[in-house]
């Protein structure tokens, strides 16, 4: 494809190496980006079902069929919310899907996805794909930005960029590629400007598909116009077009001047008479380095690899001074092989268990500390709706019935008598708690990310979860004291709540800190402030998700324990509480160690 027809078509997005040349990635499409999300539905859904298949032989040979579908459960959640962010960090920000279609997300600037920054755009997919499953919201947002970026890629600071073979066009192909050094003289003398040659270029290139009158009344304005550059070159005037074109396609092959080229516009055809046969070579080095990884080529391999890359960026910026910004094939050529060679070179490290110790014990309790003013403002966007309505609960009963769900006022009713047998809150799970745990903590580990993402849209989402959690948590709290048996869900809320409640606070701050970035971005861009902040949130729910894992645990094995009574049960909220301290202050005194996890501080 030639790089005029390209940019008339494509969307492209430039990017500055740190050999300061510029070089352009083209934006991958709508179409593509579609058929490619089928694909990874499918391969996600394939595993769910695999996973599905796979308990059956257990369960007929007796296995406790809590404990498995308790592993299928979290399984299941992980491929639904882990498939896109573990792929894409493992393979370059490319899942199966975007393999397939030749689609990458990379960083702004060029560089590779990190975990951190392929979890944000993935988490708030979920604002993406609204309404329910049909992205109406993502596919708006790419069709109006000029990098097609959805909402997630905002936040996350990404892009989808297409990866493709492309050659160079059969008139820039060398006939008898000029030795470097050699003098331009050497070669045939054009007698076409560079715009003239453009011209018949397109003409010859169209010819076949222009019907025969039309075909005739072009070559004939043409062959007036260009007639007499060629003495003695006789024939119909097709055949005159298409002796000037070959005389002109091998002497720029050669490294020949257009007729008009002053000062550096001279060098074009040189620089690509010279660079042709290198700029293949390092073609063919490319699509071997990107199918192996450089991980596995010899030191040799590498060395040879880098120094041809510079190569190429030199070539670049000579060629990009000598077409002053003219859009020609040589230019789109070399610009996606400097930009292949750029992604795979600038790549992040691979993610060892130190990067991934130090990220969860060093940079998340330090954001704790840090994002301690938005992590306060949820707080209070969840306990004082909650003591409002408890209190108007207790005053009113009958008003409860207004936003507490039915089973929970059938539970709270249910709950004078339990209180009367001395059972608890809810009967205990017992064989069964295994399961009660996976299904509670990927619960509640999902309305956190739900809440996460609402703060992409100004924080709006993020204070309605929080606003109505507490509304109907409050409400709860106060239909069992207005009923005498507040003791009763205390008992049961006791042992995980200081977690689940932390979590949920902790992970409505990272959806302000997103919010906050388009409401109130400082000296930054709301574009900056986004990426930053989002970087900044993503930690934050990495924290969340570890205490509601530890919740959910003991929700399922610890809090439906009817016998253990309140004080107890308290001691063990006193113990997580300690727990909780430790961690948020768990950084204390220790420095980061690897490159990989210092990137992740910036």
């Not at 002053?324 to 600038?346: M, Q, T």
């Not at 979860?465 to 006791?494: H, K």
């Not at 997580?576 to 768990?586: C, G, Q, S, Y």
Request: hydrophobic share 50%; proline share 4%.
């Amino acid at each position: 494809m030639s790089a005029a027809g390209a940019s008339a078509l494509e969307q492209f997005v430039d990017v500055e190496t740190p050999e300061q040349v510029v070089f352009s990635y083209t934006i991958a499409g709508i179409g593509s980006r579609a058929a490619a999300a089928l694909i990874d539905y499918a391969v996600c859904f394939g595993i769910m079902f695999v996973v599905v298949l796979c308990i059956q032989p257990f369960t007929r040979r007796g296995v406790p069929v809590p404990w498995v579908i308790a592993i299928a459960g979290l399984l299941i959640f992980g491929t639904f919310w882990g498939y896109y962010v573990l792929l894409e960090g493992l393979w370059d920000g490319q899942t199966p899907g975007k393999r397939r279609f030749g689609l990458r997300v990379v960083r702004d600037g060029g560089y590779s996805v990190t975990f951190g920054a392929s979890a944000v755009r993935n988490l708030v997919r979920f604002v993406d794909m609204q309404p329910v499953v049909m992205y109406g919201v993502g596919l708006v947002s790419a069709v109006l930005s000029k990098s097609g970026k959805r909402l997630g890629d905002y936040a996350a600071g990404t892009i989808v960029v297409r990866e493709r073979a492309v050659s160079i066009a059969p008139g820039d192909a060398p006939v008898a590629a000029r030795a470097p050094g050699a003098e331009v003289a050497a070669a045939p003398s054009t007698v076409l400007t560079d715009d003239e040659y453009a011209l018949l270029d397109r003409y010859l290139a169209r010819r076949n598909t222009l019907d025969a009158d039309r075909r005739a009344q072009f070559a004939e304005q043409l062959a007036v116009r260009f007639g007499d550059r060629l003495p003695g070159v006789t024939g119909s005037d097709s055949a005159v077009l298409a002796r000037l074109y070959e005389h002109e396609r091998a002497a720029r092959a050669r490294g020949a001047a257009g007729r008009s080229g002053t000062g550096a516009a001279r060098e074009q055809n040189a620089i690509v008479a010279e660079g042709a046969s290198r700029w293949r070579d390092f073609a063919a080095m490319l699509a071997s380095a990107q199918r192996r990884g450089l991980g596995s080529m010899t030191e040799a391999e590498v060395s040879a690899f880098v120094a041809r890359y510079r190569d190429l960026a030199g070539d670049l910026a000579r060629l990009q001074t000598a077409t002053k910004g003219r859009e020609i094939d040589s230019v789109f050529y070399l610009s996606r092989l400097v930009a292949g060679g750029h992604n795979l070179l600038y790549r992040d490290r691979r993610i060892t268990a130190t990067v991934v110790w130090e990220y969860l014990t060093i940079l998340v309790p330090r954001e704790i500390r840090r994002s301690v003013l938005p992590i306060g403002i949820a707080a209070t966007l969840l306990f004082a709706p909650a003591a409002i309505s408890w209190v108007a609960v207790e005053r009113d009963p009958a008003i409860a019935e207004q936003f507490i769900p039915r089973g929970m006022l059938e539970r709270a009713r249910n709950g004078v008598q339990r209180a009367r047998n001395h059972e608890g809150y809810i009967s205990d799970f017992g064989e069964w708690r295994p399961y009660a745990a996976s299904a509670i903590m990927t619960n509640n580990v999902q309305v956190t990310y739900l809440a996460f993402a609402g703060g992409v849209a100004a924080g709006a989402g993020t204070v309605l979860a929080l606003v109505t959690n507490g509304i109907q948590l409050g409400g709860v709290m106060g239909l069992y004291q207005a009923n005498g048996i507040l003791s009763l869900i205390l008992a049961f809320v006791a042992p995980h709540g200081v977690l689940e409640l932390s979590a949920i606070a902790i992970a409505g701050g990272g959806g302000l800190l997103i919010g906050s970035a388009l409401l109130l971005p400082g000296a930054m861009t709301r574009r900056e402030a986004l990426v930053i902040r989002g970087r900044r949130a993503i930690r934050l729910i990495a924290g969340s998700t570890m205490l509601l894992v530890v919740a959910g645990t003991l929700e399922g094995f610890v809090s439906p324990i009817p016998w253990w009574s309140l004080n107890q049960k308290l001691l063990i909220s006193g113990l997580t509480a300690i727990a909780l301290a430790l961690f948020v202050n768990l950084d204390r005194g220790r420095a980061i160690t690897t490159p990989a996890t210092q990137a992740e501080t910036v």
